[in-house]
């Protein structure tokens, strides 16, 4: 009432610029950060005051015989008798492809060693490569008939090879997903826990078999561990890897799941993910992300553990290794990974008071960062 005319309008008149400042530095920064975070602010909504998708899996529900287009593409190489000690505590499926033959060596010759474990820590586990067809082969006849051979070679050596007739590709993936869970279904029910994990990751086999020992004493069931996405929004950029088509899923954010880097899941579930694949449309060709629509169809959900990366790389210490599960990204050093994560001084590394605190301290300073660093979360630091 009492301000004068003059200092109203300068008033207004400051308010009127900073305005237009801020709408014009949003319009120019729109593309880079509106979408990203406007997706998210929906998704994490979603997630967190709704959190009811049941109508997702309904609506991917089809018949037996139309799921079943999706999943049963006939065997190439096959061992159905790996599984024939009724013993297994852990059938670990490897998401691989044909050309990758180093990558299993490695993975053969250090954490995939079933005879390491068993010599180790008495328990059996059982190593699957999983893989379809090589995509580029199939026009060059010579080149298709040379890695075939090469394939057959190793197939006779190791007998841990399972290929499927589709194509290996990044869109596919999810048909390795239903190779895994109907191989076990037909050749492995007796496993207590089955794990899938790319072959560009590492896992520390001692830490991860002594965890599921502690959870097989305990009789667990129900289990789905590993890095859980929680409200992950689709991808809507098409130049994105991970590019989400509308008419594939239509809502803003995806169910709960684990990275497909590896995860745990325990026999049990195994069998009730198995049956949610006999009538759910496979097309979602993000794998992980479809494992957690047939989980929702059949009442499981995943829990963290914070041990199992999902895209990152462990820092390198020895009071990580010590606790590790899983790290992804290694497609040249898991065999010097493995080398120092078993070694003998690394056990009971931060034992005692000392130790403990020390390794506190460590594991602060390698996973509290102010900013994003893609390895294990700072609650980490306090396990
Ligand atoms: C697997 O481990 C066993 C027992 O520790 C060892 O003798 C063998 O050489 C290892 N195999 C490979 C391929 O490294
Ligand atoms: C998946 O594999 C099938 C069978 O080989 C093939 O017809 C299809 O084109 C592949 N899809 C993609 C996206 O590669
Ligand atoms: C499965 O979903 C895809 C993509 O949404 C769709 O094109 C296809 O027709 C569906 N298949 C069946 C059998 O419903």
Same mark, same amino acid.
């Given at each position: 009432m009492f301000m004068n005319c003059r200092r109203v309008k300068k008033w207004h008149f400051l308010q009127l610029v900073s305005m237009c400042c801020v709408m014009s530095v949003l319009m120019v920064c729109w593309d880079h950060v509106g979408h990203h975070v406007v997706s998210h602010v929906k998704s994490y909504s979603y997630r967190y005051l709704i959190n009811s998708y049941d109508f997702i899996h309904k609506s991917l529900s089809v018949s037996p015989e139309q799921a079943a287009r999706f999943g049963s593409y006939p065997y190439?190489?096959? +061992? *159905? #008798?790996?599984? *024939? #000690? *009724? +013993? /297994?505590?852990l059938l670990l499926f490897v998401k691989s492809s044909p050309g990758n033959f180093r990558r299993r060596q490695a993975i053969r010759s250090t954490w995939g060693n079933e005879s390491y474990i068993r010599h180790k820590l008495g328990v059996i586990i059982k190593v699957v490569f999983a893989m379809g067809v090589h995509p580029d082969v199939l026009s060059d006849s010579l080149q298709q008939k040379k890695m075939h051979k090469e394939l057959h070679k190793e197939h006779m050596n190791h007998g841990d090879l399972v290929q499927q007739n589709f194509l290996d590709t990044f869109h596919n993936l999810t048909m390795k997903l239903l190779l895994q869970f109907r191989w076990t279904h037909e050749?492995? /029910?007796?496993?207590?826990f089955l794990m899938s994990a790319d072959d560009d990751v590492f896992i520390h086999l001692p830490n991860l078999v002594r965890y599921l020992q502690d959870l097989r004493r305990q009789n667990v069931r129900n289990l789905w561990v590993g890095h859980v996405h929680r409200g992950a929004p689709p991808v809507r950029r098409r130049d994105s890897k991970y590019y989400m088509p509308f008419d594939m899923y239509q809502w803003s954010s995806y169910p709960d799941y684990t990275a497909g880097a590896g995860y745990v899941v325990s026999g049990d579930v195994a069998a009730k993910i198995y049956q949610a694949t006999l009538s759910l449309n496979a097309s979602m060709y993000i794998d992980d992300v479809f494992m957690g629509i047939c989980a929702i169809a059949v009442g499981v959900s995943p829990q963290e553990h914070v041990f199992f990366s999902g895209e990152g790389k462990t820092p390198y210490h020895p009071c990580i290794y010590e606790k590790m599960i899983t790290s992804h990204g290694h497609e040249n050093d898991i065999r010097y990974l493995w080398k120092v994560a078993t070694a003998?001084?690394?056990?009971?590394?931060?034992?005692?008071l000392v130790g403990k605190l020390y390794c506190t301290a460590v594991k602060m300073k390698l996973l509290c960062k102010p900013y994003f660093t893609n390895t294990y979360s700072c609650m980490a630091a306090f396990t």
């Open positions: 190439l190489l096959n +061992n *159905k #008798d790996i599984c *024939k #000690d *009724k +013993n /297994v505590l050749n492995c /029910v007796h496993t207590r003998p001084q690394v056990e009971g590394f931060s034992s005692g």
